[in-house]
Nanobody, 117 residues
Framework: QVQLVESGGGLVQTGGSLRLSCVVS????????GGWYRQAPGKQRELVAS???????NYADSAKGRFTISRDNTKNAVYLQMNSLKPEDTAVYYC???????????WGQGTQVVVAS
């Protein structure tokens, strides 16, 4: 069974940075698309960024220019570098994976990000 373990969240001031990490086990990591979602209180979970097996990246408009997703196939890891953080970035961040365009339905525990104004 695939397992996802996220880390790196925390409390940061507006304008600060955080780097989230996700280690994926139980699958052939190099062939999957990796992604970061977030869910703020009272809102639906949304896709923030994704990176394909060929390292093609896509970002939500809210993340463009501030967030960078990357992957390290030697470590089975996906990262999300978040800069210029805003209070509206406050959410629980989850990583996920996809085979092709089909995202998995199992999730990790997530990592909380709080951006103080």
């Amino acid at each position: 069974q695939v397992q996802l373990v996220e880390s790196g969240g925390g409390l940061v001031q507006t304008g600060g940075s955080l780097r989230l990490s996700c280690v994926v086990s139980g699958t052939i990591f190099s062939i999957i698309t990796g992604g970061w979602y977030r869910q703020a209180p009272g809102k639906q979970r949304e896709l923030v960024a994704s990176i394909s097996s060929g390292s093609k990246t896509n970002y939500a408009d809210s993340a463009k220019g501030r967030f960078t997703i990357s992957r390290d196939n030697t470590k089975n890891a996906v990262y999300l570098q978040m800069n210029s953080l805003k209070p509206e970035d406050t959410a629980v961040y989850y990583c996920n994976y996809a085979y092709g365009s089909k995202w998995a339905t199992n999730w990790g525990q997530g990592t909380q990000v709080v951006v103080a104004s």
